[in-house]
């Protein structure tokens, strides 16, 4: 904090020269997604490292406060990161590799045999780890998964319309039918009866 004379009397007031850290962005094409049993963990590409969302990787954890486990981790195992998702750019808190494989080691629950967690652990270990090590990613890349998401709501709202399209066809229809009913009664009632 410093201290400056305000321009309105001789007095100092001090003022905050408080710094905003900027805080990265990803792109779509930086993040890919992997599923565990429901649950979504994002993995952001950041200078070729994988970094982790720490919210989906609590989530899959069965650890409900996430902001907990982020105090027990160095500075330079997490960072604010701006991520765009479905409600816009969000910044969010990622955790490096280390910072990931801390998360894992530390929660009680993935050391117990048959819960969610632990089933998330050795998944993990098990498959995930060694083909990002090997392939540099695993997954669904996040702007395949968002432009699916879109081409299948365009397709759901298209198919709605053309079953209202279709409901109201059937109307007509009934209503087509009954007229020429009406029309063979009225103009050759000695017809048998159409329909």
Not at 132 to 161: E, M, Q
Not at 168 to 177: N, Q
Request: charged share 25%.
């Amino acid at each position: 904090m410093t201290i400056e004379k305000s321009r309105f009397n001789s007095e100092a007031a001090p003022q905050s020269c408080v710094t905003q850290k900027i805080i990265p962005q990803a792109v779509e094409g930086d993040i890919s997604v992997i599923r565990f049993g429901g649950i979504k963990v994002r993995i952001v590409n950041m200078g070729g490292d994988p970094w982790f969302i720490a919210k989906d990787v609590c989530a899959a954890l069965e650890i409900v406060d996430h902001k907990v486990p982020m105090r027990r981790l160095n500075d330079n195992e997490k960072e604010g990161y701006s991520i765009p998702t479905l409600g816009g750019i969000q910044t969010m808190t990622i955790v490096s590799e280390s910072g990931f494989y801390k998360l894992i080691a530390r929660s009680r629950k993935a050391s117990i045999p048959g819960t969610a967690a632990n089933r998330f652990s050795e998944w993990v270990f098990g498959e995930v780890i060694p083909s990002i090590r090997k392939t540099g990613s695993y997954g669904v890349p996040f702007a395949f998964l968002n432009d699916h998401s879109k081409r299948k709501a365009a397709y759901d709202k298209k198919a709605s319309k053309r079953g209202k399209d279709l409901q109201a066809c059937k109307g007509e229809k009934s209503r087509l039918i009954a007229e020429e009913v009406e029309l063979w009664r009225k103009y050759q009632p000695q017809l048998p009866e159409v329909h």
